[in-house]
């Protein structure tokens, strides 16, 4: 009974990780994508309407199933809950097993399978890689937006002070102005609303806007770039190194092999002097 068991354990732990499967699964989230996006245009597919039905319930049919043969492949149960995406794709697929009707979870059924879209994240390693590098570069850049804070609050300061009288609803107070210094750094319209009104009264007000600009588009906007781009270099490597390819994984290969090495010569050390 056990070896039966690992046989068709060893099998589906094959279909698993072979690629027409992972290419199976992602076309199936693409078709349940193009499903939802479907169903926004009512008048035109209320005629498919039955059709689109059975299709929903054989995409979150093969969904369940997946999801069940990725479970059994683990040695052990508790293996699959410890990879935060493989929670990520059961609580998703469960979600779905809600049934979609003209009952009152019609509505919960239809935006919860709207996530079903995201697990194209879980599926593409390099989706991964941007997902998690974004999440583990948000601690760091707190410090960069904190700072970006104070030099709003300074130019927003100093913009209440020097251009009220231009206009009150930009600079009429601090949180005004910081709206409208916000408005700046994004470029939107900035020239003509706000800078050349301003100059009209204060012809040296390019200079304020202009430092506010620099600190703001390439100081602050480049040390967010460089924060996110060496925390994607990190998980490049650590994503490397789980599915054995690249140099990381080759390093890591030989530096196992010399840690081998030195234990193999550590005991035969110690049995050299044992016999002597």
């Known amino acids: 009974m056990s070896t039966t068991f690992e046989t068709w354990r060893d099998r589906l ?3 698993r990780s072979h690629k027409a499967f992972e290419l199976t699964v992602i076309t199936i989230i693409v078709v349940s994508a193009l499903l939802i996006g479907a169903k926004t245009y009512e008048e035109e597919v209320s005629r498919f309407q039955a059709a689109m039905l059975w299709l929903d319930v054989a995409v979150t049919v093969f969904f369940l199933v997946e999801i069940l043969i990725r479970m059994a492949a683990e040695k ?8 935060g995406w493989n929670i990520f794709d059961f609580l998703i697929v469960t979600a779905s097993l ?8 019609v509505l919960l059924a239809r935006l919860l399978r709207i996530f079903r879209v995201l697990r194209l994240v879980s599926m593409i390693p390099e989706l991964r890689m941007l997902i998690a590098a974004l999440f583990k570069s948000i601690p760091r850049m707190g410090y960069v937006v904190l700072l970006m804070f104070i030099i709003f609050y300074i130019y ?14 930009l600079w009429g107070n601090i949180s ?3 709206l409208t210094l916000f408005q700046v750094a994004t470029f939107e319209s900035w020239a003509t609303a706000v800078l050349y009104p301003t100059m009209e009264h204060y012809p040296y007000a390019w200079i304020y806007f202009l430092t ?25 490597l650590a994503i490397e190194l789980e599915m054995g390819e690249g140099e990381a994984a080759e390093l890591h290969g030989l530096r196992n092999d010399v840690r081998q090495m030195r234990d193999q010569l550590a005991r035969m050390e110690a049995l050299l002097e044992r016999r002597s």
């Open 13 to 15: 732990e094959r279909l």
């Open 76 to 83: 052990r149960l508790r293996d699959f809950f410890r990879k």
């Open 98 to 105: 809600i049934p979609l009707d003209d009952s009152e979870m």
């Open 156 to 169: 927003g300061a100093l913009g209440s002070f020097l251009f009220a009288s231009v206009d009150e609803k």
């Open 176 to 178: 005004l102005a910081m």
């Open 212 to 236: 506010f600009i620099f600190l703001n588009a390439f100081i602050f906007l480049n040390m967010m770039i460089g924060i996110v781009l060496d925390v994607m270099q990190k998980e490049s």
